[in-house]
């Protein structure tokens, strides 16, 4: 009689090979062998016996049950049936097999899903992932389902997870847990990291009303300023973090003008030499107003109130600063402030259009202002339009360094 399914094993001393068939077409399992005696019956009789042995101590080891399909929904056991199987099957023993579809119903659709598979790739294992069947004393038994197709043959293997699925059970809740927890903890810091802004949000607002706009600034400006230069540094990738730190630190670039006596900072007249030497302390006075925290908004504050005059060819005050010297905050700055000045109206100046406005940056480029970011800004020019047509001049109040809408 030829086997149809071999299961084939090396024996202990690494010579005889033997080879037993648990095919459906077999009622006694029998042994052909590949090794240094044929014929000998004694040690085929001891060969069959130590792969009986080995695929029963596999299959209890394993806590799995190997059953050979033998026609319709039935499956014949191949391994002996453990206390757990019998619990599921909950029939006596049946010599042509179990009817294992209709005692577990989800194999159906498993057993159609692997004949399909087949029909590619014989052979090709499929497993079912676990699923749970109740026992007949009615506990819960995790299962999980591989079939495979041999030599003609379909070879169902059912495994008991037992602890090993309770364990992987319990691992999932704590890490579902642990991802609840997480999610908790960073709505958490969301919450607080707002509650944190918005309070420095009202102390920006609260330092640049000191100065009471006592210039030709309004509130409209210094709100705009904020605004475009939040608009630059999201163009220019920062973190949210960053482009929310400049929207409120730009704003206040002029807060040293409060350290400037009226009869200057207000003449109405050009200024001789001695006044505009002044006139220039506010970098300075602005920078030491907002010094010396580890706030980082204050930090960008100070260094924008320092360095919102100098030039990109070092021309400007008050250190004569050049290039990537000049902190990259304070160049956004000094563009957009120069951009709001020349497109609105002042005491000594007219109103400018778009197209004028950017005629004059064009030629400072390279001289007060940076180049490379002079093109961002030209590039994000609908923006800014947007942002002066949302934020005008007539809306005295400063209330808030965001838009109306919302949109910051
Ligand atoms: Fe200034
Ligand atoms: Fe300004």
């Known amino acids: 009689m030829k086997c149809s399914w071999p299961w084939r094993a090396v024996c202990a001393d690494g010579v005889r090979q033997a080879a037993f068939c648990i095919c459906s077409d077999h009622s006694n399992n029998h042994a052909d062998y590949a090794g240094s005696n044929r014929d000998n019956d004694k040690t085929t009789q001891e060969n069959t016996l130590l792969m009986t042995t080995l695929l029963e101590q596999t299959c209890a080891s394993l806590d799995m049950v190997v059953f050979t399909h033998t026609g319709a929904d039935r499956f014949r056991p191949e391994s002996v049936l453990p206390e757990w199987m019998l619990g599921l099957l909950g029939t006596p023993h049946e010599t042509d097999g179990y009817d294992l579809v209709d005692a577990f119903p989800f194999l159906s659709c498993f057993m159609d899903e692997a004949r399909s598979q087949w029909q590619q790739a014989l052979s090709y294992p499929v497993r079912s992932g676990s699923w749970i069947e109740t026992d007949l004393f009615g506990r819960e038994v995790p299962l999980e389902a591989s079939a495979l197709f041999v030599n003609g043959c379909e070879v169902l293997i059912l495994q008991q997870l037992g602890e090993k699925y309770r364990a992987e059970v319990t691992l999932l809740q704590h890490v579902r847990d642990g991802l609840l927890n997480q999610e908790f903890l960073e709505a958490e ?8 802004r918005q309070r420095e949000e009202d102390i920006a607002l609260k330092l640049i009303s ?96 320092w360095c919102h005059h ?14 990537e010297q000049i902190p990259v905050a304070a160049r956004i700055t000094t563009i957009v402030d120069i951009y709001d000045a020349l497109i609105h109206e002042r005491v000594y100046k007219r109103a400018f259009d778009e197209a004028e406005a950017v005629a004059i940056m064009r030629g400072l ?20 339009r947007r942002i002066k047509d949302e934020v005008r001049e007539e809306d005295e109040g400063l209330q808030s360094l965001a838009l109306d809408t919302g949109v910051r």
């Open 310 to 323: 100098e030039r990109w060819d070092g021309s400007g005050y008050p250190r004569g600063l050049a290039g």
């Open 365 to 384: 480029s390279g001289k007060n202002l940076d180049p490379g970011l002079l093109k961002v800004f030209l590039y994000l020019l609908p923006v800014m």
């Open 189 to 196: 810091v969301r919450k607080r990291t707002g509650e944190i």
């Open 210 to 305: 000191l100065t009471s706009f006592r210039d030709q600034e309004t509130g409209a400006h210094v709100r705009r300023i904020g605004l475009y230069a939040a608009a630059m540094a999201r163009a220019l990738d920062w973190s949210e973090t960053e482009v929310d730190n400049i929207r409120i630190a730009a704003p206040m670039h002029d807060i040293g003008k409060i350290g400037i006596p009226d009869n200057i900072l207000l003449k109405p007249g050009a200024l001789n030499e001695d006044e505009f030497a002044i006139i220039k302390q506010h970098a300075r006075i602005g920078a030491e107003m907002l010094s010396g925290t580890d706030i980082p908004v204050l930090e960008m504050a100070a260094g924008i109130a």
